[in-house]
C-alpha cells in the first residue's frame, strides 16, 4: 500500500468507530442483544458486532435496515459524527472548531457521545407500560398544543 492510499484509509475510515458506537447505543437504547440485532438484519451477532466496533465498515443497505428496523432516519445517525482526523487521531466535527472536540470520541468512553434528546425520551416512554405510554402521548401533544387524534 502507497502513501497515497494509507492517506485515503485515514481520510475514509475515521467514521467507522464511531458510527459504529452510535448503533450500539441505539441498539442497547431499544433493549437488543447483537444477536437480535444480526438476526433482524440477516447476518450473524459476530458481524454485527464488528460492525458496531468499527472493525468492519456498515454497508450502506445494511445501514439503511437497521435504520428502518429502528425507525430512525439515515441522516440522524451521521448528526455530530467526525468527518476528519486532526491530529494523534483526534477528530474534529462538522461545525466545530478545532479546539472542541466530540465527546465520546478520541480516547472518551462512546457512552459519552451526546444522543439526541428524542430518542432518550422515547428510551424512558418505551419502557412504561401502554397506558402510561398513552399518557406521555397526550402531555407532549398538549405541550405542542394539538388536540389528540
Known amino acids: 500500500?502507497?502513501?497515497?492510499?494509507?492517506?485515503?484509509?485515514?481520510?475514509?475510515?475515521h467514521i467507522d468507530e464511531p458510527l459504529g458506537a452510535r448503533l450500539r447505543a441505539l441498539r442497547e437504547d431499544r433493549g437488543l442483544t447483537q444477536a437480535q440485532m444480526g438476526h433482524e438484519l440477516g447476518i450473524s451477532a459476530n458481524q454485527w458486532g464488528r460492525h458496531e466496533s468499527g472493525k468492519n465498515r456498515v454497508p450502506a443497505a445494511r445501514l439503511w435496515q437497521f435504520c428502518k428496523a429502528m425507525?430512525?432516519?439515515?441522516?440522524?445517525?451521521?448528526?455530530?459524527?467526525?468527518?476528519?482526523?486532526?491530529?494523534?487521531?483526534?477528530?474534529?466535527?462538522?461545525?466545530?472548531?478545532?479546539?472542541?472536540w466530540a465527546p465520546g470520541l478520541a480516547?472518551?468512553?462512546?457512552?459519552?457521545?451526546?444522543?439526541?434528546?428524542?430518542q432518550r425520551i422515547g428510551a424512558v416512554v418505551r419502557q412504561l407500560p401502554e397506558a402510561r405510554q398513552r399518557t406521555a402521548l397526550a402531555i407532549v401533544r398538549a405541550l405542542k398544543g394539538e388536540e389528540e387524534g
Not at 1 to 13: G, V
Open 71 to 100: 425507525n430512525v432516519d439515515v441522516a440522524a445517525i451521521y448528526e455530530g459524527l467526525p468527518f476528519q482526523i486532526l491530529r494523534d487521531g483526534e477528530y474534529s466535527v462538522a461545525g466545530m472548531g478545532e479546539r472542541e
Open 1 to 13: 500500500m502507497d502513501d497515497e492510499e494509507r492517506e485515503d484509509l485515514k481520510r475514509t475510515r
Open 107 to 118: 480516547g472518551h468512553p462512546a457512552e459519552a457521545a451526546p444522543q439526541p434528546l428524542v
